[in-house]
Structure formats: C-alpha cells, structure tokens
C-alpha cells in the first residue's frame, strides 16, 4: 500500500512508525517498536529519510540500496511516499485441524423436537406453550422470538414483528437449549448451527458445526490481525496501556465478524446459528471483551475473570447479525487459559487412569500433565522465536517460508511452503537447523558456532529474491535456547511437581500450529522433548479449537470442565526452586 506523508515539524523527533500509527495505519510490527525484530520494513518511493542504526544491523546493504527501512528506526526528513506491506504475511498457513470427530456423536447443547399442532389441542382452552409443554413433558421457558412465531401459527392477524411466513403452518421443529425454547423453524428447515472460535495469538480460526449431529462443516482461517501491535501478548498489552483496549477488541471481532460471513454460504443461513463458543489464552479474552490487562503484565498476575461466561451476540460484537449465545470457555490462571482447558477436555486427560503431558509448543508454552486424579498446569515465557519473530531472518509460516532444512554431503536442502521461492526461516525450519549444526558438529553444546562453515558467525541458509542471502546466526541460535529451555524446563517442573518419571506417562500430546509442524526426532534431538517421550508423542493441532467444538456437541462438557478446573492445580514458576536451574541446564544442546 502506497502512503503520502506530508511533513510537518513535529515529525522530527518521532519515528515513521510512531506517526503511521498516529494516522491509524498499521502493519507488520511484531516487537511493537522497540528494534528487536525488523520486521517492520517499508520501502521510501519518494523523499528523504533518516535511518537509524538499527537499519545498518538489521538490514542488508541491497535493501538499503532499494531504498527499504525499518519503521522504528527511521525519521522523515521532507514529505514522503512510502509503500508498506514490505514484510506481508497475508499468505500465512494457519493450522486449523483439531483431531479426528469421535466425540460428535453425543447429545448436544440443541435439542430439535418435531411437533404437529391438533385441531383439538386448540380446543381445549389452554394456551400453546401449556399445549408444547405437556405434549414432550417438560416446563420449557420461552424466548420472545419462538413466542413470536407461535402467535403467527395460530392467528391470522398480521402485526409488527409477527413471523407471517408460519401463519397456518401445523408441523413445526422446536428449537431448545438448556430448557428454553429459543426458536421455531418450518417443518423441512433442519439446519441448527453453531460456531467454534479459536482466538489463538497468532491466528483466529473459526468452524461452522452441525449442532445435531455435531459435525463439521467448514472451517476459515485468519492471521490475527493484532500481530501488527506486537508479536506477544506482552507487546500487545504495552500497546493496550496507551488507550488502544477498543482498537485490540475491534481488531478481533471484525476478523471474525469476515469469518462468519465467509463460513455462511446460500445453503447456510444467519438465523440458523444459535451459540458461538470462544476458546482463547485469557488476554485474549480480555481484548476479545474489551477489557484492559495492565493486571497480566505485572506480579501477580490478576485478570478480572477466568470463568465460563456468556453473553449476546449484540453486547460483544455491538450488532445483530446473529441471534446467539456466546459462551466463553473458562481458564485456569492469568497465563493458562482457556486455550488449556479445552485442550485437556479434547485430550481427555482428566478421563485417564494413566498420566498424559499436554504441551502447547508456542510463544505462551503453557503445558499440563495428570489424569483423572489430579492435574498440574504451568506457563513459561517461551517467546516467539517459535513463531519465527526474533530469529534475523524468521518469518511466520506464509508461502515460500522454509519449513524444513537438512544437510547432505555438506550442502544444505531445504523445502518451502508450496514450494514458492524463500522469502524466510519459520519456527519448524529453526528446529532443523539448530539440530542439524549440532549433528554436523558446526555448533557445539553450548550452541557457539565453531566451524569454517560459519562466517562471521552466521551460515546461508538460501538465496532468496534479488539474491539475498537468508542467514541464522548465532543471535538466532541464543534466541532459540531461550525458548527450548524454557519448554522443557516447564516439562520437568511439571514431572518433578507431579512426581513421577517419564516411564509412567502414557501419552504426550503437543498442540498449536507450530507442534503440528515439528520434526520430533529432530526436536528429541536437540532437547527440546526428552528422549524417553519419543515415542508416546501424540500430535493433536489445534486443541483449542477441537475443545471448542467438542463443547458445542456435547451438553455434558460443562460437567466436565467443572471437573477439570476442580482437579487441576497451577504452579507458579517464579516460586518452583528449580526452575532456575533447570532452565541453565536446559540451554546446552
């Protein structure tokens, strides 16, 4: 996209990035500003800028040449045109699969009943709702539109807000949830729906359910939209401070506001979505309601709610596309949210009699372990080198990212999303890599780069557009020992906590985008996941959003997320006495 700037002398001391965003222009910026990941690139058409030092260490001197520049760290000097979208991630690869369906086939939340109108049961001087009542023998409440469109059934008269279409119909199909009647639909009309979201850190992912069957129907995929105010939840909850609550909520629902447009077709109709359930890491939640979170970024860590909740569809998303219910699933603590909650309930990990580990491999590494019996949960500041944000040259997972790297005869192979030519490193890729310097003997256990190969501390990976050169250094090998330290770090507190070893865990489920995409022996290899878990590694996707289905197909889930809050305990890291010292441990290769 094309910008004209004209300059004015207030812009003298503030960065391109600062004023863009006083002009509410957002793009790419995943570290909010503060230089760390220079990402945040665009290209000067037309004027004069200052470039900061960032430029010249984070920048080769081609795109310089070209005339591109980070927005953080460069100052308009006259009027300017400038084109942003320099590092887009529109063609991002979104992990949207959530396990197989063998829990659809249960009693959902929806009840459909058929029911035929008698000419006698007129004529018996009661009222019609007492007429549903005793004939399926239940007390139901009633909502204002199924009252509605009970009064066109028997009557003739047509008024404001009466549903004349079902003036003189006989056979109907009743819509309950939970006890009340909340619509009535025309005999040949069997379409009840409902909505499961994902409201992950990086991506929003949404999937229309066949509520009386419980299956899937389709599924749409979205970046979030608020990677463009910082990679974290940490950046993000920075950027919330300056007044930006509304802009962060808004960014959501409008992106699922295109979801539910997108996953509704000439088959599928508005009126036949009847609840929407959101499962989401709990500052995700509070951006999602519009609530601030100055509590999560500081000890101890306080939010406003961690309960299941639910709401209109008009208080959240402040219109009436929709007549639904929306159900927020619950958390657990400020930092495992309701993302793990659901994760647990697809897994079923509070079923088992024997202990299952639940790792969701991501810039929040939140992870628990138990069985029916007790479960222990943790979070650990991961970061997102997963996710490809601090690595030189990472990049999320759009086309013609690397995704897998190996080296053979002392040439490296490596394969991209859709094969289209490399335009970066994504966090499966840096898995390979770093295990692949190790196993080449390029980087030793500390991680220090050590071999000819490694010029100026760093290694060519690719050639990518123009000829250049996409590189992993020894800054990227750092940032990654951080994030593989702190997962199984997490791992072991989580086992030593728990007591018990890893022979007596059964299962071990990695969830997220980036687990689904991992090389397990590779990440064996290099420590990330203990050797003698290889082989009882389960990958499940997005459990967060398979929880969420399953929640909208089962009416007994409720029962069971009591269950599981009931028996799940949080460690709190900061206080555990070993953590530091695995965490050092950890580090080496």
Known sequence: MEIEIEFKNEYSCKTILDILKMKNIYFNSPCNGTGKCGKCKIKILKGNVKLGEENYKRLTKSEISQGICLACSSFFLDNCVIETGVSDEDNFEVISQFGNEEDCAKKTLITMHEFILKEQDLKKGTSFTNIINNTLGYKFKYSLKAIKKLAALINKTQGEGIYEEFIGEKSVNIIERNGVIVDI???????????????????????????????????????????????????????????NVELLRKCVCDTILGGIEELMSEYYK???????????????????????????AQYPFNTVSLDLSSYTFKEIFKNEILDAEITILPGISAYVGADITSGILKCKIHKYDKISLFVDI??????????????????????????????????????????????????????????????????SAVIDIVANLKREKIIDETGRMESELC??????????????????????IREFQLAK????????????????SYEHIDNVYIAGGFGSKININNSVYIGLIPEELKEKVVIVGNSSLGGAIKYLSDSKCNEEIEYILAHTQYIDISKDEDFNDLFVENMLF
Do not use: H
């Open 185 to 243: 639909l025309k005999k040949w009309d069997r379409q009840v729906l409902g909505i499961a979201i994902d409201i992950g850190t990086t991506t929003i992912v949404l999937s229309l359910v066949d509520m009386l069957s419980g299956k899937v129907k389709k599924t749409v995929s979205y970046l979030n939209s608020q990677r463009k105010f910082g990679a974290d939840v940490i950046s993000r909850i920075e950027f919330s401070r300056e007044k």
């Open 270 to 296: 508005k009126y036949n979505i009847y609840s929407i359930v959101v499962s989401a890491n709990t500052t995700m939640i509070n951006f999602f309601l519009g609530l601030p979170c100055d509590g999560l």
């Open 362 to 427: 991501g810039t929040n590494g939140e992870m628990a372990i138990g069985n029916k019996n007790k479960i222990l949960c943790l979070a650990t500041a991961a970061g997102p080198a997963f996710e490809g944000a601090n690595i030189t040259c990472g990049i999320g997972s759009i086309k013609g990212a690397i995704s897998e790297v190996s080296i053979k005869d002392g040439n490296i192979v490596y394969k991209t999303i859709k094969n289209a030519p490399a335009v970066g490193i994504c966090g």
């Open 455 to 476: 010029k100026n501390d760093k290694i060519i990976i690719a050639k990518g557009a123009n000829d250049e050169e996409i590189i992993f250094n020894q800054k990227d």
């Open 485 to 500: 330290s702190a997962i199984r770090s997490g791992i072991e507190v989580l086992i030593k906590n728990y007591k018990t």
